[in-house]
């Protein structure tokens, strides 16, 4: 049975097929944190929030953290450009611009 043809054939496959299931898998967790929570995109102009987690297929994920963009830091959102390009937030005592696109993959929970 150790040489059989059919287990060199067939173990590559089972191997990749495996690799794919987990990729699909970690991608259906994004849809869903996605689904769950408010993304730093859709708070309006005016309320306060708290960072919740930032999805790591983020671009740039590390460059949110250098300028303060963690979870558990609080900021507000200070405005929005006419046509949905940037949003300006307030973090600590800085104001910064993101691109909405950014913003989507930042999880938040809305201050009340």
Known sequence: MQN???KKR???LLKKFSTSIKKMKVSMDVVSDKKQNKSLADLKV?????????????RGEKKFSDVG??????????AKAPFGGLIRV???????????????????ESNK
Request: hydrophobic share 45%; charged share 25%; aromatic share 0%.
């Open 4 to 6: 059989c043809p059919l």
């Open 69 to 78: 963009l963690v979870p558990g830091t609080e900021l507000i959102m200070e």
């Open 10 to 12: 067939v173990l590559p």
């Open 90 to 108: 307030k973090v600590m005592e800085t104001s910064m611009a993101l691109h909405k696109d950014d913003a989507k993959n930042i999880l938040i």
């Open 46 to 58: 005016g309320e306060s929030c708290k960072i919740l987690r930032i999805i790591p297929q983020a």
